[in-house]
């Protein structure tokens, strides 16, 4: 699966999967091992149990409590958790992940 094509990675009662636009995947690697391998390809820690592919973001909005809401290509939405907002804002600025 080429990475442009994932949307996110996100895991599930121990299990690793990626989202495309019409399939799910289950990956053989812990979701930390994903993001270190990954992010300089534009991926992005955005909750515990979550890595949004920043090339897949449509719009982003704040929402309550220091949250941020990231709307997808294929219209799904992501929350993302205030813990990684920070990091989220130094990217969208110019910043380096």
């Not at 091992?33 to 820690?45: G, K, T």
């Not at 909750?47 to 929402?63: A, D, E, G, H, R």
């Not at 205030?82 to 804002?89: D, E, I, T």
């Not at 130094?90 to 380096?96: C, F, I, P, R, T």
């Amino acid at each position: 699966v080429p990475l442009s094509d994932i949307f996110y990675v996100e895991t599930v009662d121990n299990h690793v999967f990626a989202y495309t636009r019409g399939k799910v995947y289950e990956l053989k690697c812990k979701l930390y091992e994903f993001e270190e391998l990954y992010r300089r390809e534009r991926f992005f820690r955005c909750s515990k149990s979550m890595v949004i592919n920043l090339m897949q973001i449509s719009s982003v909005y704040p929402i309550f409590n220091g949250r941020f809401s990231a709307k997808l290509f294929n219209g799904e939405e992501i929350i993302i958790s205030r813990q990684y907002v920070p990091a989220l804002k130094e990217y969208l600025s110019g910043g380096v992940i």
